[in-house]
């Protein structure tokens, strides 16, 4: 099974300005998916980031609001951009192993945001 | 437009008595369903798989029922634990390719 290790666990930050979180596995994988859970939320897949080439988005994000990069097969980054309370919520990166059209999903622990 | 209800009001039990909840979804045919618990402050960590072919699963004291007529899936804990005491997400697959959508999830709080 997946380890993904996500960083920063937690923050607090300031209206206007961005964040970025980071996710390393530490395995090789295809595709990386980054959701966001609100308070007494269940999770909203944000985008899917897939190793040399754009990340693909959800209806509601857009990248210039959350850029994503994926540099390797191994890591991924979502940055939260012009950040409101609004965007106050917890991301979180995951990962998909199995066999065929069946998988399971590996979640690192999770970034709380904070916007004030 | 396709949805995945879970209860929202928190189940309350007793140690030692089954927890019940219950996943239901309109609008999907998914070829299998996912059970995850989630605790504060973490991320969802995945419990059962169940196929569409599949009607009972079970893993230690948990019992997964998919029933694809009803569209419903029952999640069950039996011999409670306040250890058990957290949140249940179900999750679906999509039609196309390896996206799960999620359900809303039930929190669960185990009394001694």
């Known amino acids: 099974s997946a380890v993904i290790s996500q960083k920063p666990s937690r923050d607090i930050c300031q209206r206007g300005t961005s964040l970025t979180i980071q996710c390393q596995v530490d395995?090789?994988?295809?595709?990386m998916f980054w959701y966001r859970q609100q308070p007494g939320q269940s999770l909203t897949l944000i985008a899917t980031?897939?190793?040399?080439?754009?990340?693909?988005?959800e209806s509601g994000f857009v990248i210039d609001k959350f850029p994503i990069s994926r540099p390797n097969l191994t890591f991924s980054t979502l940055t939260v951009s012009n950040m409101s309370p609004e965007d106050s919520s917890i991301y979180l990166c995951?990962?998909?192993?199995?066999?065929?059209?069946?998988?399971?999903?590996?979640f690192g622990q999770g970034t709380r945001l904070t916007v004030v | 437009s396709q949805k995945i209800e879970q209860n929202s009001e928190a189940l309350n039990i007793q140690e030692g008595k089954t927890a019940t909840l219950t996943c239901n979804y309109t609008?999907?045919?998914?070829?299998?369903l996912q059970w995850y618990r989630q605790d504060p402050g973490r991320g969802p960590v995945f419990l059962l798989l169940?196929?569409?072919?599949?009607k009972e699963k079970r893993k230690e004291r948990l019992k997964v029922t998919f029933d694809t007529t009803l569209k419903q899936s029952l999640f069950h804990i039996t011999a409670s634990q306040p250890a058990d005491s957290a949140t249940y997400l179900c999750?679906?697959?999509?039609?196309?390719?390896?996206?799960?959508?999620f359900g809303g999830g039930t929190r669960v709080l185990v009394k001694p």
């Open positions: 169940i196929r569409e072919n599949e």
């Open positions: 609008n999907y045919s998914p070829a299998y």
């Open positions: 995951s990962v998909e192993e199995g066999q065929g059209a069946i998988t399971e999903a590996f």
């Open positions: 999750a679906l697959d999509e039609a196309a390719g390896n996206k799960l959508t």
């Open positions: 395995s090789q994988v295809t595709m």
């Open positions: 980031a897939n190793q040399g080439s754009e990340a693909t988005y």
